[in-house]
Structure formats: C-alpha cells, structure tokens
C-alpha cells in the first residue's frame, strides 16, 4: 500500500441512506420537558426539589460519561477519538462529533442504560426521594433522543454509520 504524502487527508465515501429532521416543535416541547418536572417536583414532594434536580443534572452527565468512555476503552482507542461532550440540544453529554458506528452506538447506550439503572437502584437505599426521582428523570430525558434515533434507523442495514447534527440525524453506509 502506497503511503500518502505528509498533510493530505484521507476522504472517506459515504452514501446517505436516511435523514431524519428535528421538528422544532417537538424540540420545543423537549427543552420544556425539564421546567415542567422540576415545578411538578417542588409542588408534590418539596422546595429543595431544585436543589437536587441540579445536582442531579450534573451528576446524571458524569455518571453517562465514565460509562460511554470506559466502554469505548474496552472496544478500542480509536473509537474515543470519535467521541466529545456535546452541549447542542438535544444531544446533550457524550456524543460521538465524527461519523459513527451505528452497531458501536447501540452498544455504548445500551450499556449507559442499564449500567446507570444498576447504579440508581444501589444508590435509592441511601437518597432522597426527590433527588432518586430527578435522577431517573434526568436519565430517560437524556437517552430519549438517542433511542429515538435508534429505533427509527432499525429497518436499516447494520452496518451504517451515523452522523449526529443540530437539525438532524443521518444514517449512512460506506
């Protein structure tokens, strides 16, 4: 194989297979989502309900964090090169910034989710109620987008390849 030439790219082709859109209106109603629970919360349980839905946020994204990461350790370096913490709505936490596995994907959430439920049971012995319910909330509003996207490129081919933008989601093969 010959070698390229210091400081040419390498081009990779991509054929698009499916895009989805993000309707603004249900991103509306996504980002509206958390003020809802959060003013539910203070009225049923109590007033420091904020306070631990806060804390929960952030705790939430940590927890999302060093699950994504260590599974992307244990399939590999090259995968976590791919991989950046997003603040684009609604993509919010560890999402991949480079075209990605869809199968790799799968796999990175699917353990995010049980991994965090796991731990959420562990820690319901010791926590407040309000802060358990945060918790629990800010993880599904979190995921929802993901599995989403997921579920709608199902009747796809499995071996696609997925690209994460502010006004869609894009499935492709290579």
Known sequence: MAEQPHGQATFYQYRL???????????????????AAVAAEMLILSWDS???????FA????????????????FGSAYQKKWRFSLKTPWLGYMPDQHISSRVFNKVQTHTTWISFCL?????????????ISLLFWHIWLLTPRYYA???FS?????GMLKFSDLDVSYYIQ
Do not use: N
């Not at 705790?59 to 244990?74: E, K, M, N, P, Y």
């Not at 009747?155 to 071996?159: A, F, G, L």
């Open 120 to 132: 959420f049971g562990v820690m319901a012995f010791w926590s407040p109620l309000s802060f358990m």
């Open 150 to 152: 997921l579920l709608r």
């Open 155 to 159: 009747d796809q081919r499995k071996d």
């Open 50 to 56: 904020f306070l631990y839905f806060l804390l929960a």
């Open 59 to 74: 705790l939430v994204l940590w927890i999302h964090f060093v699950i994504g990461r260590s599974v992307l350790f244990i």
């Open 17 to 35: 297979l499916k895009k989805i859109p993000l309707s603004k209106h249900i991103l509306a109603l996504y980002l509206i989502l958390p003020c």
